[in-house]
């Protein structure tokens, strides 16, 4: 046995630093992973079953604390993955990818070592006799799960800045602008789920539009014409990487597209009321700032519109 | 332009926050708040980390898609006949609209808290990375005006949730001190409650709590209690409206008297002569130049203000 415990401080010691290493694969984004050393997943897993177990020794816990039987049963779960449970060598599991696995399989790890992490932390690194050992083993345990903290933090931090990112692109400069009678509606909006931000705390893709455009452009007999309409309808920001101006997303990949009602007056020209004699119903398409739309279809006014989304005057179109 | 926190390499174990409430420091400025926090520390400022929040960049994202700001401006511009007014103007259509967002937009509720979580996150980390672990981390925030508002809602957030890695029991981030000064807590508890339903998500807004208002606190598996800050103090002028004072009375709608925080009221001078000392200097001066008295009106809602009047303890509460 006690030799058994030699061999495990032995361990801890050894894969402490691929360990570390290893702790970054897990909780950063993909991009960076590419750029770190290749390590083993089972050393970071084997390194926290024996660092936790170390420092629940260290820390004293009373006698009834909670803590105790839970670590083992996160450490079991955990174990599961580390390598002499799995009977995979180091060399062979050298690469620690979670996207790689089936999202069950990452989402079980993930969920354990957050457990472990978490439980570990709240017993263990803010009692004295941790935070003063100088004892090898506990140092090296110690510094292991605030480095592993540390980096949780860090892919934390990551997904709210992603979020942040995803708010710009929804109401940053870039973004398209609202008229007074659209903040109204989508100011009521947010009474609906579905347009209020997400449960990862990024924002809804969604935006209600009902704008007046006094200037879509359409050829009638091989002459331009200006011809008014009013849209009601839904726009959805494509908020994902490499989608919109923040990323250059340039025209293939704009920032948003919209779908919905369109509605022209009787007569065409710029400026014109909608419901002036008997409308024109259609329908508009936006995709970025390019936006077409189909009124009177298959009437002897039916138009094809083009215009480009912005806003002439504040608050209003 | 992209949110971005603000990385410091740390010193020694201690950290200040600097949280604005109102004003341009979208990317920087905020030289004059800090300045008056270094002069507050002495040579004590040396050895700690010093970070600012910025927030108003994101402000000006919902500012700027609605034009509301525009709009303020306008509705309060009949009131300007001089540049002062005009200042003044520009400063209610930012507040206005600063206040407003958080209140009455979910998005901008959630972007700010979101922002003010990753720049916490990034001085703790800051820490480990300069070789102190959470538990060994002595953090300050000193916060003014809306920025005691958002402090107040990220430091619940952060003890509620423990997927930011920020809970004082489980994660060990403590505050040593959270020194708000001017809170107006109360007072958008007290506006947006009379709001009622026209506020959406009212349950993402802790200062709308049924059980009221609170020290932010995480209760542990084993039963403890731990405060996210363990020194909590409320700085208020009684000049100072923000604060929840009209004229040296306290507002009971208006005040953030929240159980357990070490409240400060400071008595504050409306005009900028203080005291006899001061009325001698300026009438001497008067007879000396032949001018009229250099008297002026304060501002009672200055922040550089409040540190100076609390500078000796500043510099003793972070010690």
Known sequence: MNALNRAARHSIRLATIGALAAAVLAVTPARIVQAQPTVSESSLFDSLVLGARTLVEAAQLPLGSPYPPLIVRHSATLARFASGREGISLAAAAHWKPERHASSERAAKVAALDSLVDLVSECCLAVAAVLESTTADVVAARDLFVRVGADQRSQSQALLLANLKEFEKKFGPTAPKLNIVEVGLNYAAQRLAAFRPNARGGPSPLELVASYVPDYVATVDGNARVVTAAEIGLRYYFVGEGWGPLDGGGMLRPGHTSLGLAVAGANDGALQSVWRGEPRFGAFVAWGNIKFAVVGLGGDAQRILLSRQFQKIPWVF | ?319
């Open chain 2, 1 to 319: 332009m992209s949110y971005t926190p603000v990385i410091r390499d740390w010193p020694a174990d201690r950290a200040i926050l600097i949280v604005h409430g109102i004003g341009n420091t979208q990317t920087g400025g905020g030289e004059e708040i800090e300045a008056a926090v270094r002069a507050a520390l002495g040579p004590d400022a040396d050895s700690i980390a010093i970070y600012q929040l910025y927030y108003d960049g994101i402000n000006d994202w919902f500012a700027g898609k609605t034009q509301a700001a525009a709009l303020i401006s306008k509705l309060v511009g009949k009131f300007r006949q001089s540049e002062q007014n005009q200042a003044l103007a520009d400063t209610l259509a930012d507040y206005a609209g600063d206040v407003l967002w958080p209140v009455m937009s979910v998005s901008a509720r959630v972007a700010v808290r979101s922002a003010y979580i990753a720049q916490l996150q990034q001085v703790v980390n800051d820490g480990v990375r300069c070789g102190h672990a959470p538990a060994q981390q002595r953090l300050t925030i000193i916060t003014h005006s809306l920025g005691c508002f958002h402090t107040y809602e990220a430091l619940h957030e952060i003890s509620r949730q423990s997927s930011y890695k920020l809970q004082p029991g489980t994660h060990h981030v403590r505050f040593e001190n959270v020194i708000s000064m001017a809170s107006p807590v109360q007072l958008i508890r007290s506006v947006a409650g009379a709001m009622g339903a026209a506020v959406p998500d009212r349950t993402t807004l802790t200062t709308l709590s049924d059980a009221g208002l609170s020290l932010p606190e995480q209760k542990r598996l084993d039963g403890v209690v731990v405060p996210s800050a363990k020194r909590w103090i409320s700085i208020a002028g009684d000049l100072d409206p923000v604060g929840g004072y009209a004229l040296r009375k306290r507002l009971a709608w208006a005040y953030a008297d929240i159980p357990g925080q070490l409240s400060l009221i400071d008595q504050e001078s409306a005009v900028t002569i203080a005291n006899g000392d001061d009325l001698r200097t300026a009438l001497h001066a008067s007879l000396r130049t032949g001018k009229a008295p250099a008297i002026a009106p304060n501002d009672p809602h200055s922040w550089t203000a409040y540190v100076g009047r609390h500078a000796d303890d500043i510099k003793g509460w972070v010690a």
